[in-house]
């Protein structure tokens, strides 16, 4: 079973456009994240929720928008779709990292979206 | 300010010598140092990590980290490196500030190449 699961793997799509990625994971965990990864694969974090509820917003435009349903999912939406925002996608799921305080991330398979 | 430096964006090696994959941290407090592997179109997998008591820590796939406080490094150690090692290897650390603890910090990467 994966742990750690993300649609679409690949996205391919015009400059404007509205999109969607999705992330679950069955791990049990109460914590997910969305980092991106650049095309010289510089990992940086975008947002964490916990519980349901945003902890970590980093200074990412307002285009996207994370959405989490409940604790197994965090979808990412992005609006108006920009050049720049090719990249690699990853999800991530973890225990509750101010409970344990060692706690590992578990990483999705990434998602590749490239904006034309 | 939090952050992780690696210094080399590349390491080669042949098959059969030791392996070393530098990395140096900037946190407050006592550090929560991890490394992960990425291998090609793969997301991030957990190779070890660092919390508390001995400073050499075992980890996945014969891998180990020497963690030495005075010189602020954790770098990664393999005594016998195999062409399968070959892959993209990241450290991070977790942002020890409480309200902060679902933040973690990634290195820039190395590309660790393990000739036959």
């Known amino acids: 079973d994966t742990a750690v699961s993300q649609t679409p793997k690949y996205l391919v799509t015009q400059m404007g456009n509205d999109k969607s990625i999705k992330c679950e994971q069955n791990?049990?965990?109460?914590?997910m994240y969305w980092y991106k990864q650049d095309s010289k694969k510089f990992l940086k974090i975008m947002f964490s929720y916990n519980n349901k509820e945003l902890i970590i917003n980093e200074t990412v435009p307002n285009r996207f928008s994370p959405k989490s349903p409940d604790k197994a999912h965090l979808n990412l939406h992005i609006n108006s779709l920009e050049l720049g925002d090719s990249a690699v996608y990853f999800c991530?799921?973890?225990?509750?990292?101010?409970?344990?305080?060692?706690?590992?991330?578990?990483f999705g398979p990434g998602t590749r979206l490239l904006v034309l | 300010a939090q952050s992780v430096a690696q210094p080399e964006d590349q390491v080669n090696v042949a098959e059969g010598n030791p392996l070393t994959v530098k990395c140096t941290y900037s946190?407050?407090?006592?550090?929560?140092l991890f490394w992960y592997v990425q291998y090609p179109n793969r997301g991030l997998q957990f190779l070890l990590k660092y919390i508390t008591g001995d400073n050499l820590v075992k980890g996945s796939y014969g891998f180990e980290a020497e963690f030495n406080k005075s010189q602020t490094s954790f770098h990664l150690k393999k005594p016998s490196a195999l062409v399968s090692d070959s892959a993209l290897y990241f450290c991070?650390?977790?942002?020890?500030?409480?309200?902060?603890?679902?933040?973690?910090?990634f290195g820039s990467g190395t590309k660790l190449n393990v000739k036959p």
């Open positions: 991530a799921s973890s225990h509750d990292p101010a409970g344990g305080l060692g706690e590992t991330q578990y």
């Open positions: 991070a650390v977790r942002d020890m500030r409480s309200y902060n603890f679902n933040k973690f910090y």
């Open positions: 946190v407050s407090g006592n550090p929560y």
């Open positions: 791990l049990g965990h109460d914590t």
